[in-house]
């Protein structure tokens, strides 16, 4: 009988000419040990024997790149941010006369933060829960609710619907986005401690993709904010953009059309 020989190595192609950014997690068990690797459009290969195998440093860092990345190029979930920080950029005639600059800002930047700590809790949360397999939800509704929740922030700007207390908003929706970030990671079959693994990277990126994003963001609309013609000119103007590409995303993406 020929002996048969294992392969040395494992080339995967799945899906990356449809999805740049999707990724197979591999687990390998050999001589009681269990090793991860992430392939992707750049590292397709794997020497099963071990040799090129990150392990769970390797994973993590992988998947937290993957969520920066993945953040970064959401346009979906940066207008949704964009949303939830304008309320805290505009100024007011009542507290500019009632604090100084400094009291302002530090307010400003109060709001923001819990704004910004709202929306990563809930968004965290659902997130584990898809990634976990615990919460399941038609990822076609899944995406249409997350244009709607655009929509309606952006609505809320205006005339305050759904009341001013912009966290709670972002914690509600935050909700709906973190499903939607679940969706990226795919079906990981590597157990569940190689997905937490990745599940703690990838939200860890997104958090930094957001950070990113804030940091670069925030300084230029808060200056903005003392404008006239940004309260009253370019707000408005922004505000009925978003809402029209999100009406556009809704019907796009709805499954009952």
Request: zero cysteines; a positive charge; glycine letters at 10%.
């Amino acid at each position: 009988t020929p002996l048969v020989r294992s392969p040395r190595t494992l080339e995967y192609n799945l899906l990356f000419e449809q999805d740049a950014l999707h990724r197979g997690l591999v687990s390998l068990d050999h001589d009681g040990k269990t090793r991860l690797a992430v392939l992707g459009p750049d590292s397709r290969t794997l020497d099963l024997a071990g040799k090129d195998t990150p392990g769970y440093l390797g994973v993590f860092t992988t998947f937290v790149y993957e969520g920066v990345i993945h953040l970064l190029i959401g346009l979906d979930h940066i207008l949704f941010l964009l949303v939830l920080v304008i309320p805290a950029t505009l100024s007011t005639a009542k507290n500019q006369a009632s604090s100084g600059q400094s009291r302002a800002l530090r307010g400003r930047l109060l709001e923001l933060a819990g704004i910004i700590t709202a929306f990563t809790l809930a968004h965290s949360i659902t997130l584990a829960l898809a990634a976990l397999d615990i919460v399941s939800l038609p990822i076609a509704w899944v995406e249409t609710f997350i244009a709607l929740s655009i929509g309606l922030a952006a609505l809320n700007v205006a005339w305050p619907i759904l009341g001013r207390k912009t966290w709670k908003l972002a914690f509600g929706f935050g909700l709906v986005h973190g499903f939607g970030f679940a969706s990226v990671l795919g079906d990981l079959t590597s157990g569940v401690s190689g997905l937490a693994v990745a599940l703690a990277g990838f939200n860890l990126g997104v958090e930094l993709g957001q950070l990113a994003l804030l940091v670069v963001g925030f300084p230029a609309l808060y200056y903005l904010g003392k404008n006239r013609m940004y309260q009253k000119g370019a707000v408005p103007v922004m505000l009925a953009g978003i809402g029209a590409i999100s009406l556009l995303w809704v019907v796009q993406r709805a499954p009952l059309f």
